[in-house]
């Protein structure tokens, strides 16, 4: 065990001594104590821990570490979490999230780049949300102008038994990209959803093809009684304390919003900017053979493991032979693209966009979702459908 | 509650040096009689008593004093807190009106007064046994609060028992003495002077997978004192509180030799086991009357314990070893001493004890 930066120590009050009070300044003082207590200053411990305990008296985790502090003047203590007869597996959670928070404040946003994930965001989507479930937390990015930019971050519980979601029951938090796709206010809801919960749309349809199932993962907040959870506490859902539940609140656009959880965040970097551009080419070229009525070119962008939601590759490239011989002539515009490329695939993204269709006899607008897979480096639909 | 702890010694009352001198001249027959009575539990009588000698001495300390303990004893709880309180506010030097008003407010479960009461009490007088030991039942009181907040525990059956000690004698020799001993309770330090003392040990493991980037998410703090004893067995802890035991037998130690000092022989007979080895092979009775006579014949008698260190045989049987000072009105030794402990009913008991 190595000790702590003293430099990270000063920032860390630097920073926090002007903030309002919020959770960063909730966390921060409850690590500032738990420094404290490491430089033997158990009085500046019990201070910090008993400021932040007035703000905020269902913090568990600040309520075990005050009851050490105060253990340490009756009895000689010898292990955090020192109350008798406590539930072992509580102690143990409450000692993951005191690490979990500890690393937060302790490490920097990793990268000045955003994560890579939000290769494009249109115009609509006013914030992106990416969390990182090994270090337990929420980023929240803002669209300055189709860039992605920090603006917050929040430490989160995730599912009991980890990541990689596959199955109903399974008590995980399922990795891919989401959308925020409804609202659930407060006086809907059990107690402890907190002060609101908003659906995510798993099983997408990746998960689908896949064969993944079970439903109901929500982003939502902590109970009334219950400042925070442990890391991994829930049933699969991201969850947040209630006031950071609010703050993020504002944020979200029902249907619009897009969530990426992810193992660990991979960031993004010059080679992005790319790939990204060599991708949105390949679209442009898959919109314009569309177009050019030349079915044979047009379905060279579909994967031979293609599949539309109810098609294979072989019925889709029936069906548009059929279609596009029926037709004089077609013209497809889009707008609204917006592209994130799929976290544990590396060569997968998926794409949004609204699709403004006209022929000769029909016309519609229609919202669709694409996945793009990059094969022998080669970009190609392998799922196609409304969004 | 049942958390009073009544010293019902024999310790005769002294005049301190510190203010009585002139009060006691007068009426000193009747202030006498009333303690005398409160003693023998004629609450009502002595009250009376006391009234119509403050009637005399509206001041008299010891007198307030008493009628403070007879409140207490006829349960008029915030009567007893006002009588206290007043003579902190007129006497401040005084350490043990400090100490009664904690024990009253941590009855009425008032513990940040509590705390806050003793802690003027040990800054009266630093050294002061009993205030320690309460402030230590306080903080661990208020621990045990914060630990069933942050697990969500139900306690009602398992509270720990604070056994917090009312000072009965206003000016008892021996129980304050005027240096800091060796070792007083665990928080004597802490408090008194401003340094840091055994310290919680939060030891967040280290993170399982550490960002390259990042320190390891870990907090250490300097091991406690006692190191015996403290292995953490994983898994299956059938008696949880195996972990912290040493604290719990340095405690006792501690409150042994607190009653010692403060000639309180019947709680200091009180940590001997029934089945005690005396040292001559004589009867339990005879060694006891022994023991009263040796207590009570000093003025005054300061016990101090340092280089305290525990070994278990078993969950229920300690050795505990340390250096004994023995201060008395006309002599100082110090010494090895070994204690035998047994956990006997909830509490560790002397089962033998070797000087050498």
């Known amino acids: 065990m190595r000790k702590l930066s003293l430099f990270l120590l000063c920032g860390l009050m630097v920073s926090t001594a002007h903030a309002a009070p919020d959770s960063r300044t909730t966390e921060a003082q409850l690590v500032k104590s738990l420094q404290a207590i490491q430089n033997n200053r158990l009085d500046i411990a019990l201070n910090e821990v008993d400021d932040l305990l007035r703000v905020n008296p269902n913090f568990k985790l600040a309520q075990l570490v005050k009851g050490d502090l105060l253990m340490a003047h009756a009895v000689a203590i010898d292990n955090f979490g020192n109350a008798a007869n406590a539930p072992r597996k509580k102690i143990e959670d409450l000692r993951d999230e005191a690490r979990v928070r500890l690393q937060r404040v302790q490490t920097q946003l990793p990268s000045k780049l955003p994560p890579r994930y939000l290769w494009k965001l249109d115009a609509q989507q006013k914030y992106a949300l990416v969390v990182d479930t090994s270090r337990s937390t929420l980023y929240v990015y803002e669209n300055v102008n189709g860039e992605p930019r920090y603006v917050a971050d929040y430490y989160i519980t995730i599912g009991k038994l980890g990541t990689e979601k596959v199955s109903e029951g399974d008590k995980r938090t399922p990795i891919g990209v989401y959308f925020v796709k409804a609202n659930l206010p407060k006086n809907k809801l059990a107690d402890m959803y907190g002060s609101g919960a908003y659906p995510l749309s798993y099983p997408n349809e990746w998960d689908r093809k896949n064969g993944r199932t079970g439903q109901g993962i929500w982003l939502h907040g902590t109970p009334s009684d219950t400042y925070s959870r442990p890391p991994r506490a829930s049933d699969g859902c991201v969850v947040l304390a209630n006031d950071d539940l609010d703050k993020l609140a504002p944020y979200l656009q029902v249907g619009i919003t897009p969530v990426i959880i992810t193992n660990q965040v991979d960031w993004a970097n010059e080679q992005d900017q790319i790939e990204r551009d060599a991708l949105l080419q390949e679209i442009e070229q898959w919109r314009k053979d569309w177009s050019s009525l030349d079915t044979n070119t047009y379905l060279k962008h579909y994967a031979h493991n293609f599949s539309s939601d109810n098609m294979d590759f072989a019925a889709w490239a029936k069906q548009k032979h059929l279609i596009n011989s029926a037709k004089s002539w077609i013209k497809v515009d889009l707008s609204n693209v917006s592209v994130f490329t799929y976290p544990e695939q590396p060569n997968m993204v998926v794409v949004n966009f609204e699709q403004d269709y006209s022929s000769s006899n029909l016309s519609n607008r229609m919202k669709k979702r694409q996945y793009w897979i990059k094969q022998n480096n080669h970009w190609q639909i392998i799922y196609e459908g409304a969004a | ?356």
């Open chain 2, 1 to 356: 509650m049942n958390m009073l702890n009544l010293f019902r010694h024999h310790a005769a009352m002294l005049v301190g040096a510190l203010l009585l001198s002139a009060s006691l001249t007068v009426c000193a027959d009747d202030i006498q009689d009333a303690n005398k009575l409160f003693k023998q539990g004629q609450q009502a009588q002595a009250l009376d008593k006391v009234n119509s000698y403050l009637v005399e001495k509206p001041k008299d300390a010891q007198a307030r004093f008493l009628k403070g303990l007879i409140l207490t004893e006829q349960g008029k709880t915030n009567d007893a807190i006002k009588v206290f309180s007043a003579l902190t506010e007129d006497y401040p030097e005084l350490p043990e009106p400090y100490n009664n008003l904690a024990v009253l407010y941590a009855s009425l479960g008032q513990y940040d007064k509590a705390k806050l009461a003793l802690e003027m009490a040990i800054r009266t007088h630093p050294s002061y046994a009993t205030a320690h030991e309460n402030l230590g039942d306080i903080y661990a009181k208020m621990a045990s609060q914060a630990y069933d907040r942050a697990l969500q525990l139900d306690r009602s059956n398992t509270t720990t028992k604070t056994k917090l000690a009312m000072i009965q004698d206003l000016f008892a020799g021996g129980i304050r003495d005027k240096t800091t001993p060796a070792r007083n309770t665990a928080a004597a330090d802490s408090v008194a002077a401003n340094k840091p003392q055994t310290a919680p040990v939060a030891t967040v493991p280290a993170a399982s997978a550490p960002a390259a980037s990042a320190p390891p998410a870990t907090v250490v703090a300097t091991p406690v004192a006692v190191a015996a004893a403290t292995t953490n067995a994983p898994e299956k802890i059938v008696e949880p509180a195996a972990v912290d035991n040493s604290g719990e037998v340095l405690k006792a130690v501690d409150a042994w030799a607190a009653a010692w000092s403060s000639k309180n022989v019947k709680k200091y007979l009180a940590f001997y086991a029934d089945d005690f080895r005396t040292p001559d092979g004589e009867s339990r009775a005879a060694w006891e009357i022994t023991r009263q006579e040796r207590i009570s014949k000093p003025k005054s008698i300061h016990v101090g314990i340092s280089d305290a260190t525990v070994k278990f045989s078993d969950n229920s049987h300690a050795t505990v070893k340390f250096r004994q000072s023995y201060r008395a009105s006309h002599l100082k030794t110090s010494g090895h001493k070994t204690l035998l402990m047994v956990l006997a009913g909830g509490k560790w008991l002397i089962q033998e004890e070797h000087a050498k």
